[in-house]
């Protein structure tokens, strides 16, 4: 019998996709919600953007996971803790490649650490963020969780495919013990009420967050990366998903595990709505939706970009019974909500 009692710990939980999660948690489930974030990558903030949303205080625990003893000690005093969600991880690729044992350390090590733990505690239950970053470059589409990996384009993503390994390998070793590996796509958009949403440090990497900085007047021009690719308008092709699908199939993997509906011992899953959309259509989406004109030129091509990838989604649609709730313009309004939001906040 589930004690709905039980507390599910959840790392990174200030973060971007983290939050949302905690989101879900709390207004799919009665599970008690501890995060554990150091606010490395985001403030404090967020949790009054989720108490605005559930009505529901979450307590953060503000440990670097990197740090064993204190995290043994910070996590030593929760109650019940029966399934761990880890998201704590830096995720910038170009940072990446600038400081690999920044990244080296901060992912590995806090992914160990966080491993000890479950041992110690007999947290029977992990789900671990992947990304599709781990497959490289793809020659077949769309990408299946059997498609093989091929060498890791960057040092964050050579910590995804250690990651997951590292994941298979303790989950062999201890019997009791079950994890799912979960490989979001590009996860874009925010909280459809705009009140919580990507909060990027500084001059934003990924396309999304680009388009709405540019737009509310922050950033002066978006620039398109290339449409000379062999694509249907010329630009790169990728699989946007919603970041609140994204969380709510962390809860149904959460219940899948918790639920022994698991028979392997560590289950992969493709997170991407399984529709490519080029750069072009996600800007002509977000003119759509916002009914303005974006400031974009077309420029060279970015280094080390795929040209296309989406993902194979059949096997978590049909495993957790999970199908991605929102389109494109769902994405892009979304996101601007928040834009909007965020510029009231100030
Ligand atoms: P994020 O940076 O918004 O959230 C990560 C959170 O972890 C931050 O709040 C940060 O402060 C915290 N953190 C990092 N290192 C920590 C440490 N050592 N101790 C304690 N807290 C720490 O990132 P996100 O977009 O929410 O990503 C969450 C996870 O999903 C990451 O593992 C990321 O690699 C993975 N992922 C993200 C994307 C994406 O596009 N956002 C895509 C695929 C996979
Ligand atoms: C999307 C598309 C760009 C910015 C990255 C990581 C991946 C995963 C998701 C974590 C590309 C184009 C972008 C701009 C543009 N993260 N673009 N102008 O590169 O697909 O994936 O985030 O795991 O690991 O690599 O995402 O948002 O940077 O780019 O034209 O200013 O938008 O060329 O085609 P990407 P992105």
């Known amino acids: 019998m589930l004690n709905q009692n039980s507390t599910i710990i959840v790392t990174g939980g200030a973060g971007y996709i983290g939050s949302h999660t905690i989101i879900e948690l709390l207004q799919q489930t009665n599970y008690n919600v501890v995060s554990i974030d150091n606010f490395s990558n985001s403030t404090a903030k967020t949790f009054e953007r989720i108490e605005a949303i559930t009505g529901k205080q979450v307590k953060n625990l503000n440990v670097d996971i990197c740090n064993l003893e204190a995290l043994e000690l910070a996590l030593g005093k929760v109650k019940d803790p029966i ?26 090590a806090s992914l160990v650490n ?15 963020s992947s990304s599709c970053s781990v497959y490289g470059n793809v020659e077949k ?25 590292i994941v298979t390998n303790f989950t062999k070793s201890e019997s009791k013990f079950k994890s799912v ?33 540019t737009a509310a007047g922050i950033l002066q021009k978006l620039t398109v990366f290339g449409d000379d690719y062999d694509t249907r308008d010329g630009s790169c092709i990728r699989d946007y998903i919603h970041v609140s699908d994204i969380a709510d199939a962390h809860v149904r993997a959460l219940n899948y595990l918790i639920e022994n509906k698991q028979k392997k011992a560590t289950s992969v899953f493709n997170l991407g709505t399984g529709v490519g959309v080029s750069v072009l259509e996600a800007i002509g989406s977000f003119e759509k939706v916002t009914r303005q004109k974006l400031n974009y030129e077309i420029g060279p091509r970015r280094p080390g970009d795929v040209i296309s990838i989406y993902a194979n989604n059949d096997f978590v649609k049909k495993e957790l019974d999970w199908t991605p709730k929102y389109n494109l313009d769902d994405m892009m309004s979304s996101a601007w909500k928040w834009q909007v939001h965020l510029k009231d906040e100030q």
Request: aromatic share 14%; proline share 9%.
């Open 114 to 128: 966080i491993l000890k733990i479950c041992k110690k505690l007999s947290i029977a239950n992990f789900i671990f």
């Open 83 to 108: 399934g761990i969600i880890h998201f704590a991880a830096f995720k910038s690729v170009p940072q990446s490649v600038g400081d690999p044992l920044l990244y080296y350390h901060n992912n590995i």
């Open 181 to 213: 590996l979960l490989r979001y796509f590009n996860p874009v958009g925010a909280h459809p009420s705009g009140f919580n949403g990507e909060y990027p440090r500084g001059r934003p990497d990924n396309l999304v967050p680009y388009i709405t900085q």
């Open 141 to 165: 589409l769309p990408v299946t969780e059997q498609t093989q990996f091929s060498v890791a384009e960057s040092p964050y993503a050579h910590t995804k495919q250690m990651g997951e390994d």
